[in-house]
C-alpha cells in the first residue's frame, strides 16, 4: 500500500514558506515538491480554507502564511489537507453469531483506539512554530 504523503509535504512547504520573504507560486512549490501545480493549489486549497494560508493573484502573488504559525498544530495541518484516516489497518465486520470474528475484531479495535488516541494527541502537542524552530536550530549548528 501507498503511503500518503500530504502532511509531510505540506509541512515541508509552511517550513519554506515561512522562511521565505514574500508569498511562494505553485509552480515554485511544485518545481521544489516534483509535482504539478494543479496538485499544488488544490491541496494548498484546503489550508486556505482553514486561514492557515493565503492566497494573492496577479503579478507578485502566490501563497503565503497567514496564520500564527504558534497555534497550528501538526494535527491541524494534517486535518485542512484532508488526511486520510491515521491507520489503515480495519477490522472486519462479521456475519452476526461469528464468536470468532467478534473476538479478533474486539481486540484490533481496542488496540486501534488506543494508538489513534496517542498519535492524535501527538499532533497536537507540535506545533509549527517548534518545527521552524527545530530547522533552525539544526542550520545553526550546521548539520
Not at 59 to 82: F, K, Y
Not at 83 to 109: D, K, S, T, Y
Request: glycine share 12%; with cysteine.
Amino acid at each position: 500500500m501507498r503511503n500518503d504523503g500530504r502532511l509531510s509535504r505540506m509541512l515541508h512547504v509552511l517550513i519554506h514558506m515561512a522562511r521565505h520573504d514574500g508569498p511562494m507560486t505553485s509552480e515554485t512549490i511544485a518545481r521544489m515538491l516534483g509535482t504539478n501545480p494543479v496538485l499544488i493549489r488544490r491541496t494548498m486549497s484546503g489550508l486556505r480554507d482553514a486561514g492557515y494560508v493565503r492566497s494573492e493573484k496577479g503579478h507578485g502573488g502566490g501563497w503565503a502564511i497567514a496564520a500564527d504559525l504558534n497555534a497550528v498544530t501538526l494535527l491541524d495541518v494534517h486535518r485542512a489537507v484532508g488526511g486520510p484516516r491515521l491507520f489503515a489497518i480495519g477490522i472486519e465486520h462479521p456475519e452476526p453469531g461469528c464468536q470468532v470474528a467478534g473476538v479478533v475484531n474486539e481486540a484490533l479495535g481496542d488496540a486501534l483506539q488506543e494508538a489513534e488516541r496517542l498519535l492524535v494527541t501527538r499532533l497536537e502537542s507540535i506545533n509549527l512554530a517548534a518545527l521552524i524552530q527545530t530547522f533552525n536550530d539544526r542550520c545553526v549548528g550546521g548539520n
